[in-house]
């Protein structure tokens, strides 16, 4: 217990250390309880003050007197860029380590490696003794939709990707292509990476042509990168084009959406709208819902997804085409 202790005492007084800014006035012991508080550290003012007369002690501190109350910093021109990681820097870390792996060029996240190592360390040091550190077992982000085991990615062409789309090179790649379940030759432009729930796409151009597609990184079965600058689009740019509804798999077309919802539909949609434009007329006990959205797939699964609970009336392509799948899915079962 007495190690255990001392660990995080250690660790406050390192959190501390890092607060102090390198120049008078400097902060005080009350605005650096506030702000160790803040840090997930409930302590006293009297322990901080305590802390501060001990630090100074070993580190070159100083403590401006000349008015009240005292105020604490780095002696000028002392090193004031301390190692390793604060509590929060340590929770940060922890929460986005997964999500950045598909993403950082492995050059980058082996230097991010000991960072993360740092902050899982810390957080099993602390976690017993400073509840801030437990905050990491209180949070959890689950995908609403069902929840499908994420596709194995061949590190090493992972590796390849990101080195051409680093250096703006392009690529020749054997790609699956699941559309036409064959395997396709190509030469790409590489653009951007995308995260989009458990899958991972390369948005890119195919030589010779200039219209922007997509890319699922599981399906490439070998990727090298050539000494040729990939061609970018001139007007592509990455948030404009997801904004577009790429990653619905869209080609950006919008539409006025009309249909008849279920009780049940309405309260969901009621308070987690379609668009900012959405109506919900209610009349004896019938909910006509009308929204502007997007023409994509992922609109088609959304529908199909409510099963008895919607009816479309408009636009009358989206009607028919829910209605052919509703009438294959029947035959299905019957």
Same mark, same amino acid.
């Given at each position: 217990?007495?190690? =255990?202790?001392?660990?995080?005492?250690? +660790?406050?007084?390192?959190?501390?250390?890092?607060?102090?800014?390198?120049?008078?006035?400097?902060?005080?012991?009350?605005?650096?309880?506030?702000?160790?508080?803040?840090? %997930?550290?409930?302590?006293?003012?009297?322990?901080?003050?305590?802390?501060?007369?001990?630090?100074?002690?070993?580190?070159?501190?100083?403590?401006?007197?000349?008015?009240? &109350?005292? %105020?604490?910093?780095?002696?000028?021109?002392?090193?004031?860029?301390?190692?390793?990681?604060?509590?929060?820097?340590?929770?940060?870390?922890?929460?986005?380590? #997964?999500? $950045?792996?598909?993403?950082?060029? +492995?050059?980058?996240?082996?230097?991010?490696? &000991?960072?993360? =190592?740092? @902050?899982?360390?810390?957080?099993? /040091?602390?976690?017993?003794?400073?509840? /801030?550190?437990?905050?990491?077992?209180?949070? =959890?982000?689950?995908?609403?939709?069902? *929840?499908?085991?994420? &596709?194995?990615?061949?590190?090493?062409? $992972?590796?390849?990707?990101?080195?051409?789309?680093?250096?703006?090179?392009?690529?020749?790649?054997?790609?699956?292509?699941?559309?036409? *379940?064959?395997?396709? #030759?190509?030469?790409?432009? &590489?653009? @951007?990476?995308?995260?989009?729930? #458990?899958?991972?796409?390369?948005?890119?151009?195919?030589?010779?042509?200039?219209?922007?597609?997509?890319?699922?990184?599981?399906?490439?079965?070998?990727?090298?990168?050539?000494?040729?600058?990939?061609?970018?689009?001139?007007?592509?740019?990455?948030?404009?084009?997801?904004?577009?509804? =790429?990653?619905?798999? !869209?080609? %950006?077309?919008?539409?006025?959406?009309?249909?008849?919802? +279920?009780?049940?539909?309405?309260?969901?949609?009621?308070?987690?709208?379609?668009?900012?434009?959405?109506?919900? #007329?209610?009349? @004896?006990?019938?909910?006509?819902? !009308?929204?502007?959205?997007?023409?994509?797939?992922?609109?088609?699964?959304?529908?199909?997804?409510?099963?008895?609970?919607?009816?479309? $009336?408009?636009?009358?392509?989206?009607?028919?085409?829910?209605?052919?799948?509703?009438?294959? @899915?029947?035959?299905?079962?019957?």
């Amino acid at each position: 217990m007495p190690a =255990a202790n001392s660990r995080s005492t250690l +660790s406050r007084q390192w959190e501390l250390l890092k607060m102090l800014p390198n120049r008078m006035p400097g902060d005080t012991a009350q605005m650096l309880t506030a702000r160790l508080a803040d840090a %997930g550290y409930k302590i006293s003012k009297r322990t901080v003050e305590r802390d501060l007369n001990e630090l100074s002690l070993v580190f070159p501190l100083q403590c401006n007197d000349k008015g009240k &109350p005292q %105020g604490w910093y780095w002696v000028p021109g002392a090193p004031s860029d301390l190692p390793g990681v604060s509590l929060s820097e340590a929770l940060t870390l922890q929460m986005v380590e #997964n999500g $950045l792996r598909p993403l950082l060029p +492995s050059s980058i996240l082996k230097s991010l490696e &000991p960072r993360f =190592a740092q @902050a899982r360390h810390k957080l099993d /040091a602390l976690t017993g003794h400073v509840p /801030a550190a437990r905050w990491i077992d209180k949070i =959890a982000s689950v995908p609403p939709e069902l *929840n499908l085991i994420a &596709p194995d990615i061949d590190e090493k062409l $992972l590796e390849v990707i990101q080195q051409a789309l680093l250096d703006d090179l392009q690529i020749a790649s054997t790609y699956f292509s699941a559309h036409t *379940n064959k395997m396709r #030759n190509l030469t790409l432009n &590489p653009l @951007a990476l995308i995260l989009r729930g #458990n899958i991972t796409y390369l948005s890119a151009t195919v030589e010779p042509y200039r219209d922007v597609r997509l890319f699922a990184m599981h399906r490439f079965r070998q990727a090298e990168i050539l000494p040729i600058a990939a061609r970018r689009p001139d007007d592509f740019d990455l948030k404009t084009y997801i904004r577009g509804g =790429a990653l619905q798999f !869209s080609q %950006g077309e919008m539409i006025q959406l009309k249909a008849i919802i +279920s009780d049940e539909l309405a309260t969901q949609l009621i308070e987690t709208p379609l668009s900012h434009d959405m109506l919900i #007329n209610t009349k @004896a006990g019938i909910h006509e819902l !009308s929204a502007t959205v997007l023409d994509s797939w992922q609109l088609h699964w959304w529908v199909l997804s409510q099963a008895d609970g919607i009816e479309v $009336l408009a636009p009358q392509t989206l009607r028919t085409d829910i209605s052919k799948k509703l009438k294959l @899915a029947c035959e299905q079962y019957e």
